[in-house]
C-alpha cells in the first residue's frame, strides 16, 4: 500500500528549528508536486509550502523567509526546514500531493513550539 510517512516533529522553543521529513513508500511520488500541510487546533488545515517535481518551490506567507521545502527523489523524501519557530507554527504538519489526495493523509508529525 501506497503511503506517506512524516517524522521530525517535537518541542521546540520559540527562535529555534526543526526539519521535518516525508517518506514516501512509492518511487513514482519523485515526479509529483508535493506540498506540506498543517492543522492547528480548531483551525482548518493549510497549505504551507509546495515544491514541484522540478524542485520550484513556493511559500505560504507565513512560512516565506523561514521554511525551506526540498525534495531528495532518490531517496522518495521531501523535507521542510522550519526556523525562527513562533507558537504561531503549533500544529500537525502533514505531506501529500497538489491538490491533496485523501489516500494519503498520514498521521502527521507534531511540531509544539513553546517555552
Known amino acids: 500500500q501506497v503511503q506517506l510517512v512524516e517524522s521530525g516533529g517535537g518541542l521546540v522553543q520559540p527562535g529555534g528549528s526543526l526539519r521535518l521529513s516525508c517518506a514516501a513508500s512509492d518511487t513514482t511520488f519523485r515526479y509529483y508536486a508535493m506540498a506540506w500541510y498543517r492543522q492547528a487546533p480548531g483551525k482548518q488545515r493549510e497549505l504551507v509550502a509546495r515544491i514541484t517535481g522540478g524542485r520550484t518551490s513556493a511559500y505560504a506567507d507565513s512560512a516565506k523567509g523561514r521554511f525551506t521545502i526540498s525534495r531528495d527523489n532518490a531517496k522518495n523524501t521531501v523535507y521542510l526546514q522550519m526556523s525562527s519557530l513562533e507558537p504561531e507554527d503549533t500544529a500537525v504538519y502533514y505531506c501529500?500531493?497538489?491538490?491533496?489526495?485523501?489516500?494519503?493523509w498520514g498521521q502527521g508529525t507534531q511540531v509544539t513550539v513553546s517555552s
Open positions: 501529500n500531493l497538489i491538490p491533496p489526495d485523501e489516500r494519503y
